[in-house]
């Protein structure tokens, strides 16, 4: 299985709303990220979990909220979002790569996420 | 500070010619690199890597790229373009002691359109 599945794959949102975006992985891999991507943009780094703990958080608003429940699962909590928050949110993940064991990352296909 | 450069917002070419999309980069020390493919409405796929050894890697669909660490350039090619390699393209970068996690850095992504 090298698969990212990430669900939903849209979703439309109040700015009052709270909802959650999920991520699996059974790869073995132990860092899994979170990105988001604008339009034509490249991809932003959000957070970095790394063996389940948050490894890296890029400065974002704490209007979302990562949460890393188990080595295969990752999640993002949203609350009282903005407009221009909409975007697409990918997930990733690596396997934790130590003395030049380096891997790509897997993709999911990601959350298009609507705030009106 | 790492970065990537990726000068053509577009690149058309036709089918069945050679393509090449452009990436130099800027990191401390030898780098990994890697180039993403991304479809509309998709996460990124992998396609190949450079990591150490031979300049030249070979990757998925075809397609190939040459590390060249005296111009910092890893410019990806295809020797026949196909209709369908129509997508996005980011090239990345990230440094050699960067703890084992991706903290990478993407290029802004070129648009390739073979027309047929």
């Known amino acids: 299985d090298t698969e990212v599945t990430q669900t939903p794959k849209h979703l439309v949102m109040g700015m009052t709303n709270k909802k959650s975006l999920k991520c699996e992985q059974h790869m073995g891999h132990r860092a899994m990220y979170w990105y988001k991507q604008k339009a034509k943009k490249p991809p932003e780094l959000m957070f970095v979990y790394s063996y389940e703990k948050l490894s890296i958080n890029e400065s974002v608003p704490s209007r979302f909220s990562p949460e890393c429940p188990n080595s295969s699962l990752l999640n993002l909590h949203l609350h009282a979002l903005q407009p221009e928050d909409s975007a697409l949110y990918l997930c990733?993940?690596?396997?934790?790569?130590?003395?030049?064991?380096?891997?790509?990352?897997?993709f999911g296909q990601g959350t298009r996420l609507t705030v009106v | 500070a790492q970065s990537v450069a990726q000068p053509e917002d577009q690149v058309n070419v036709a089918e069945g010619n050679p393509l090449t999309v452009k990436c130099t980069y800027s990191?401390?020390?030898?780098?990994?690199l890697f180039w993403y493919v991304q479809y509309p409405n998709r996460g990124l796929q992998f396609l190949l890597k450079y990591i150490t050894g031979d300049n030249l890697v070979k990757g998925s669909y075809g397609f190939e790229a040459e590390f060249n660490k005296s111009q910092t350039s890893f410019h990806l090619k295809k020797p026949s373009a196909l209709v369908s390699d129509s997508a996005l393209y980011f090239c990345?970068?990230?440094?050699?002691?960067?703890?084992?996690?991706?903290?990478?850095?993407f290029g802004t992504g070129t648009k390739l359109q073979v027309i047929p």
């Open positions: 990345a970068v990230r440094p050699r002691n960067s703890g084992g996690y991706q903290k990478v850095t």
């Open positions: 990733a993940s690596s396997l934790q790569g130590f003395s030049g064991r380096e891997t790509e990352a897997f």
């Open positions: 990191v401390s020390g030898n780098p990994y």
